[in-house]
C-alpha cells in the first residue's frame, strides 16, 4: 500500500514526485516511459533557467533530477484501470495492480491520428508523429508537415535543417503558432504553406511516396518521401473510468489539482488546465503533490 501512486512520468509526473518524496510520501511511479512530450520536443527557449535546450536533453535532466530520490518506478507499464472502493484507489496495468491511499493522474496527452486512407499502412514506413525522433533519417528527402499550430512548426523548423523540401499542409486558412515560429518558416525558401488544406490519403508502394490534398474542389498530388503528422494531441485518460472528464476528454481540475473523486488528483497535459506547455506541467504537479500532502494529513 503507497501513500501515493503517480501515473506518468513527463514534466507533471516527474515533478509532482520529486515534491511527494521531499514530504517523506511513500511513492510509487508507473510510467510507459520518461520525459512524456518534453522528449519529444524541438528546441526549447523558453523553460525558466535556460536560454536554450532541445526537449530531450530537457527530459534527461528531469529523470537524473528524479532518480536521485527514493522513488519506487514502473517503467514500460500501460495503466488499464483506475477505481476506487471505500478509501483505497487501485491501478491495473498490463502487467500487475497497485493500490494506494491516493492517485496523482499525470498521463499527458498523445498525437492525434489523420484517419486517412493510407495511415496506418505507412506508419513508421516514411509516416510519423515526432519530427524529433525521426528528422535525420530524411536529410535531402522532399517531406510534408500535416497541421498549423506550434508542435507542426517545430517540426518543420527542425525539418528546414534536414530536409529538401517541406510541404505544410494546415486546415485552418493561417498558420496558427507562435509569431516567431510562423516567421522562421514562413521566411524559409524550402517551405511552401497550403492553408485551408486537407490530407485525402497517404500514398506509396513498401514506403510513402506521395500525399494526396484537397482544397476546396480541387485535389492535388504531392509527391513527398515523409510525412509527419502535427495535428494536435489527445488525453491518455481513457483509463481515468468516473472521473469527470470535459467534451476533450480532459480530466477536470480544481485549483487544488482535484478531480472530481476525492483522493484522486491530476496534473499536467491530460487535465482541462489551458495552455499545454512544460513549465506549467512541472507548477502543476507541484501543486498536484502538495495537495496530496494535506489530503493524506487531514485523513490520518
Do not use: C, W
Given at each position: 500500500m503507497y501513500e501515493l501512486i503517480i501515473i506518468g512520468a513527463g514534466p507533471a509526473g516527474i515533478t509532482a514526485a520529486i515534491y511527494a518524496v521531499r514530504?517523506?510520501?511513500?511513492?510509487?511511479?508507473?510510467?510507459?516511459?520518461?520525459?512524456?512530450?518534453?522528449?519529444?520536443?524541438?528546441?526549447?527557449?523558453?523553460?525558466?533557467?535556460?536560454?536554450?535546450?532541445?526537449?530531450?536533453?530537457?527530459?534527461?535532466?528531469?529523470?537524473?533530477?528524479?532518480?536521485?530520490?527514493?522513488i519506487v518506478l514502473k517503467e514500460k507499464e500501460e495503466v488499464r484501470q483506475l477505481n476506487k472502493l471505500d478509501d483505497v484507489v487501485r491501478v491495473r496495468t498490463d502487467k500487475g495492480v497497485y493500490e494506494g491511499k491516493s492517485v496523482i493522474i499525470a498521463s499527458g496527452k498523445r498525437s492525434r491520428e489523420l484517419g486517412v486512407p493510407g495511415e496506418k499502412e505507412f506508419k513508421n514506413k516514411g509516416l510519423t508523429y515526432c519530427a524529433t525522433c525521426d528528422a535525420p533519417i530524411f536529410a535531402g528527402k522532399d517531406v510534408a508537415v500535416i497541421g498549423g499550430g506550434n508542435s507542426a512548426l517545430d517540426a518543420?523548423?527542425?525539418?528546414?535543417?534536414?530536409?529538401?523540401?517541406?510541404?505544410?499542409?494546415?486546415?485552418?486558412?493561417?498558420?496558427?503558432?507562435?509569431?516567431?515560429?510562423?516567421?522562421?518558416?514562413?521566411?524559409?525558401?524550402?517551405?511552401?504553406?497550403?492553408?485551408?488544406?486537407?490530407?485525402?490519403?497517404?500514398?506509396?508502394?513498401?514506403?510513402?511516396?506521395?500525399?494526396?490534398?484537397?482544397?476546396?474542389?480541387?485535389?492535388?498530388?504531392?509527391s513527398v518521401q515523409g510525412v509527419f503528422v502535427e495535428i494536435g494531441l489527445m488525453p491518455n485518460s481513457e483509463f481515468s473510468g468516473d472521473v469527470e472528464k470535459n467534451r476533450y476528454g480532459e480530466i477536470k481540475v480544481n485549483p487544488y489539482n482535484e478531480t472530481s473523486i476525492p483522493g484522486i488528483f491530476a496534473a499536467g497535459d491530460v487535465t482541462d488546465v489551458p495552455e499545454k506547455q512544460i513549465v506549467i506541467a512541472a507548477g502543476e504537479g507541484s501543486k498536484a503533490a502538495l495537495s496530496v500532502f494535506k489530503y493524506l494529513i487531514h485523513r490520518s
Open positions: 514530504k517523506r510520501i511513500s511513492t510509487l511511479v508507473i510510467t510507459g516511459d520518461i520525459g512524456g512530450q518534453a522528449a519529444l520536443s524541438g528546441d526549447v527557449e523558453n523553460y525558466t533557467g535556460y536560454q536554450f535546450i532541445s526537449g530531450p536533453e530537457l527530459a534527461l535532466k528531469f529523470e537524473e533530477h528524479l532518480r536521485r530520490f527514493d518543420a523548423i527542425q525539418l528546414i535543417k534536414i530536409a529538401r523540401k517541406i510541404y505544410i499542409i494546415n486546415a485552418a486558412g493561417q498558420l496558427t503558432g507562435d509569431p516567431v515560429m510562423r516567421d522562421i518558416v514562413l521566411q524559409s525558401p524550402k517551405a511552401s504553406v497550403f492553408n485551408s488544406s486537407h490530407v485525402t490519403a497517404i500514398l506509396g508502394e513498401k514506403m510513402v511516396n506521395a500525399i494526396k490534398i484537397k482544397k476546396d474542389n480541387t485535389e492535388e498530388t504531392l
